[in-house]
């Protein structure tokens, strides 16, 4: 079994930057889906973006386009989330979650079998 373990979150300001690592053990991340989710309180997990191992796809959430970008580190089995431009609205707790089939380009949180334990993000205003 992928175990995950993400890192990176905090506080920050509104307009300020946090990169979050995703990273593997048990497994590399050859041919996966890995996705970033978010939580709030009070609302549904929904997908941030995600990217394919495989062939490098990527998908960004609307509300994210253009501020947060998704790589990946292979020689550190490790993906990345590079928010800019934060706003309130993305305090949230964050998870990345993986599934071993590059293929799954999804939002959908039952798509991917293993997760990790999350890490806060807080924006102020």
């Known amino acids: 079994e992928v175990q995950v373990v993400e890192s990176g979150g905090g506080l920050v300001q509104a307009g300020g930057s946090l990169r979050l690592a995703c990273t593997a053990s048990?497994?590399?991340?050859?041919?996966?889906?890995i996705g970033w989710f978010r939580q709030a309180p009070g609302k549904e997990r929904e997908g941030v973006s995600c990217?394919?191992?495989?062939?490098?796809?990527?998908f960004y959430a609307d509300s994210v386009k253009g501020r947060f970008t998704i790589s990946t580190d292979s020689a550190k089995n490790t993906v990345y989330l590079q928010m800019n431009n934060l706003k309130p609205e993305d305090t949230a707790v964050y998870y990345c979650?993986?599934?071993?089939?590059?293929?799954?380009?999804?939002?959908?949180?039952?798509?991917?079998?293993?997760w990790g334990q999350g890490t806060q993000v807080t924006v102020s205003s």
């Open positions: 979650a993986v599934e071993p089939d590059g293929s799954t380009l999804s939002f959908i949180p039952t798509d991917f079998s293993s």
């Open positions: 048990g497994s590399t991340f050859d041919d996966f889906a």
């Open positions: 990217i394919s191992t495989t062939d490098g796809s990527t």
